[in-house]
């Protein structure tokens, strides 16, 4: 299957400073990358959906403003936490959908956040 | 009401038991349907898409109601690597779109 990456795989870092995630698809160009959240015993939550070169659509009660993603090449997708908040610490995890694998979306092995 | 809902668990079953795992979904228009498996603090890893005529792939046979919303998985001569969080999941459009996930079912498969 296709592979994708994720980088950092973990942060640890204060209150109050950005994070940047990085988020690749390895073997093939994705046309649309997806951001995903997950708190502790709760299921993956859709944060945003973005198209290479194009800006992100959010779902509702995600702040743009807060959770910025830029989405600059069909093989690179980045997140960025501004001000990251200790509620902000989290399991994302981003996808990517490509035109020749289309039945689904393959998962980067997500980032595991801790704000302090 | 929640857009996909299962049973959390967790499900104790013993090794070599079949165990079946049931999802109900709320929208109407979704196409597309899936079986994520997701270990402990790991990325959820496609486990087989879910089709109307239902599908199996070795000892995993999934089904898919679409009058009753509902899709089903089940696991014949469980192993114990089968422990994990299987997670439903639902697309309303084509790939391009957002998946929507299901809490999961928590199966713990015991020697």
């Known amino acids: 299957g296709a592979v994708v990456s994720q980088h950092p795989s973990r942060v640890i870092c204060k209150s109050g400073t950005s994070v940047k995630i990085e988020c690749r698809s390895l073997d093939f160009q994705a046309t649309t990358m997806f951001w995903y959240r997950q708190f502790p015993k709760q299921s993956l939550m859709l944060m945003a959906t973005?198209?290479?070169?194009?800006?992100?659509?959010?779902e509702q009660g995600v702040e743009k403003d807060k959770f910025l993603i830029n989405h600059a090449s069909l093989t690179l997708s980045t997140l960025t936490v501004t001000s990251a908040h200790p509620e902000d610490s989290s399991f994302y995890i981003c996808?990517?959908?490509?035109?020749?694998?289309?039945?689904?979306?393959?998962f980067g092995p997500g980032t595991r956040l801790t704000v302090l | 009401r929640k857009e996909v809902e299962q049973d959390p668990g967790p499900f104790n079953v013993p090794e070599g038991a079949t165990v079946a795992f049931n999802c109900t979904y709320s929208?109407?228009?979704?196409?597309?349907f899936f079986w994520y498996r997701q270990d402990c603090r790991k990325e959820p890893k496609l486990l087989m898409s879910?089709?109307?005529s239902g599908n199996e792939d070795g000892r995993f046979t999934a089904q898919l109601n679409r009058a009753s919303q509902y899709i089903s998985l089940l696991i014949r001569d469980s192993k114990l690597s089968d422990s994990a969080t299987y997670l439903c999941v639902v697309m309303v459009g084509g790939g391009a779109d957002g998946l929507t996930f299901g809490k999961g079912t928590h199966l713990i498969i015991q020697p």
């Open positions: 996808s990517a959908f490509g035109t020749i694998i289309t039945d689904t979306q393959y």
């Open positions: 929208n109407s228009a979704s196409q597309s």
């Open positions: 879910v089709y109307s």
């Open positions: 973005s198209n290479e070169g194009s800006k992100a659509t959010y």
